[in-house]
C-alpha cells in the first residue's frame, strides 16, 4: 500500500531516499530548497526532483524552519512531529525526514489527494 504512495512521489519527480517501510508506515528523506522572505507562499517540485518552499516568515530564530515544517505538515498531511530537519537548519538546502502513516483516519486515498497540491 504504501509503495503506490512512493510511487505517485515519484510520478511527480520528487527525489527521495526510504528509509524504512511497512504495510502501514514508511520513513523517507528528501531535500527542501527553502527560500525564506518571499513576497508569496508557494511550493513546486523544481526540474531537480527538490520540493521548493518560498515562505514569508524570515530566517530569525528559526522563524523560517517552522513555517517550513507547518508547510510540510499541510502538504503531506501529516502531524507537525512527523517531520523533522534533519540537516541544513541554518542553510537554505534542507534534509527532510517525513514519516506517513495508514491510519483509520488517513488512508492511501487520503494522501493521494493531498500530493496532488504538490
Given at each position: 500500500?504504501?509503495?503506490?504512495?512512493?510511487?505517485?512521489?515519484?510520478a511527480?519527480?520528487?527525489?527521495?531516499?526510504?528509509?524504512?517501510?511497512?504495510?502501514?508506515?514508511?520513513?523517507?528523506?528528501?531535500?527542501?530548497w527553502?527560500?525564506?522572505?518571499?513576497?508569496?507562499?508557494?511550493s513546486?517540485?523544481s526540474?531537480?526532483?527538490?520540493?521548493?518552499?518560498?515562505?514569508?516568515?524570515?530566517?530569525?530564530?528559526?522563524?523560517?524552519?517552522?513555517?517550513?515544517?507547518?508547510?510540510?505538515?499541510?502538504?503531506?498531511?501529516?502531524?507537525?512531529?512527523?517531520?523533522?530537519?534533519?540537516?541544513?537548519?541554518?542553510?537554505?538546502?534542507?534534509?527532510?525526514?517525513l514519516?506517513?502513516?495508514?491510519?483509520?483516519?488517513?488512508?492511501?486515498?487520503?494522501?493521494?489527494?493531498?500530493?496532488?497540491?504538490?
Amino acid at each position: 500500500m504504501i509503495s503506490s504512495l512512493l510511487n505517485l512521489l515519484t510520478a511527480k519527480n520528487l527525489i527521495y531516499k526510504k528509509i524504512e517501510s511497512t504495510d502501514k508506515a514508511c520513513i523517507f528523506e528528501f531535500d527542501v530548497w527553502a527560500k525564506p522572505g518571499a513576497r508569496f507562499e508557494k511550493s513546486f517540485i523544481s526540474n531537480e526532483g527538490v520540493l521548493v518552499i518560498q515562505t514569508k516568515a524570515i530566517p530569525v530564530e528559526g522563524e523560517a524552519n517552522q513555517a517550513i515544517i507547518d508547510k510540510l505538515s499541510e502538504i503531506f498531511g501529516v502531524s507537525r512531529g512527523n517531520v523533522e530537519i534533519i540537516r541544513g537548519e541554518k542553510s537554505r538546502v534542507k534534509r527532510i525526514k517525513l514519516m506517513l502513516e495508514i491510519t483509520a483516519n488517513k488512508s492511501i486515498k487520503f494522501y493521494q489527494q493531498k500530493f496532488t497540491s504538490i
